[in-house]
């Protein structure tokens, strides 16, 4: 498939497709998506390394040069679909976020959301990707996420209850109150 990338374009690693630059909403629902093909297991740290914080284990998922480097837990699978820089950390947290912190990302109203923006969980426990509405009458959303030590990366559809502003209750997993957030 041949896509024309408006920044250009992202040479990986032999035997991996090349990416386009930048995260514009189709590039992160895009970059999401990768993981789901794999079945990219939670991990809270780096792969091929301890993670003596949350899973008490070796994370070991597939390998990517491009993504070795993320955590693949909630806040990892977001940084790394929004493009953002892996760092020592393997990505953002949740409380690096939109409503708790504004550098990379800002809340937007919840009736506006658009594939690429995420929703963060209040308190910052849970960050997950907004990749469309699948019925948006219904609040039915198609959903990217990262939820737990012992489930894959899930790509399914959850019932939004819109809130006014930015709020997000969702009732059927997880249920918790969220805010809409869009990367800057």
């Not at 930048?22 to 297991?41: F, H, I, K, L, T």
């Not at 809270?44 to 491009?66: E, L, M, V, W």
Request: hydrophobic share 35%.
């Amino acid at each position: 498939k041949v896509t024309a990338c408006s920044a250009g374009c992202q040479v990986m690693p032999a035997g991996e497709n090349d990416m386009c630059k930048g995260a514009g909403a189709g590039d992160v629902v895009s970059r999401a998506e990768q993981w789901v093909a794999v079945g990219m297991p939670y991990c809270g740290i780096q792969n091929h390394q301890y993670d003596s914080n949350i899973c008490f284990k070796t994370c070991t998922r597939p390998d990517s040069a491009a993504w070795n480097v993320y955590r693949s837990d909630c806040s990892g699978l977001v940084s790394w679909a929004w493009g953002l820089p892996a760092g020592d950390s393997g990505g953002l947290r949740t409380h690096d976020f939109a409503p708790f912190d504004t550098s990379v990302s800002y809340e937007v109203d919840a009736s506006n959301l658009q594939p690429g923006d995420a929703l963060n969980s209040v308190p910052d426990e849970h960050i997950m990707l907004f990749a469309g509405w699948v019925d948006q009458a219904a609040g039915q959303a198609h959903i990217i996420e990262e939820a737990n030590c012992d489930i894959n990366i899930q790509d399914h559809t959850l019932t939004l209850q819109l809130q006014g502003g930015s709020g997000v209750h969702i009732p059927n997993w997880f249920p918790q109150d969220y805010v809409a957030i869009r990367m800057r």
